[in-house]
Nanobody, 125 residues
Framework: QVQVVESGGGLVQPGGSLRLSCAAS????????MGWYRQAPGKQRELVATITSGSTSANYGDSVDGRFTISRDNAENTVYLQMNNLKPEDTAVYYC??????????????????WGQGTQVTVLS
């Protein structure tokens, strides 16, 4: 079983910055993609950014428009999201996701896709 834990959310003024972190742990053999999604009240969960294992390919959601940067530390199984020039519409619960291959008795399929519990980001309006 693979666990994913986010941290770094909080309350910020418009134009401010936050850095989210997400660490994966457990029966990991390899991680293919890590990423961030968010869900605002009354809205569907949407893509923020994802990054592949080689950190050579990053994909951003349309709402990010160059303000966010995703990065990854493969040695630590950790992904970061640097968020700059935050806007009230960025207010949401941010969820981390990781997928890849796992090993051990608690990983019967050899494949995992895990979500974190989410971290709240609130940008004052």
């Amino acid at each position: 079983q693979v666990q994913v834990v986010e941290s770094g959310g909080g309350l910020v003024q418009p134009g401010g910055s936050l850095r989210l972190s997400c660490a994966a742990s457990g029966s990991i053999f390899s991680i293919r993609t890590m990423g961030w999604y968010r869900q605002a009240p009354g809205k569907q969960r949407e893509l923020v950014a994802t990054i592949t294992s080689g950190s050579t390919s990053a994909n951003y959601g349309d709402s990010v428009d160059g303000r966010f940067t995703i990065s990854r530390d493969n040695a630590e199984n950790t992904v970061y999201l640097q968020m700059n020039n935050l806007k009230p519409e960025d207010t949401a619960v941010y969820y981390c996701n990781a997928d890849g291959h796992c090993s051990g008795i608690d990983c019967p399929t050899g494949i995992f896709r895990s979500w974190g519990q989410g971290t709240q980001v609130t940008v004052l309006s």
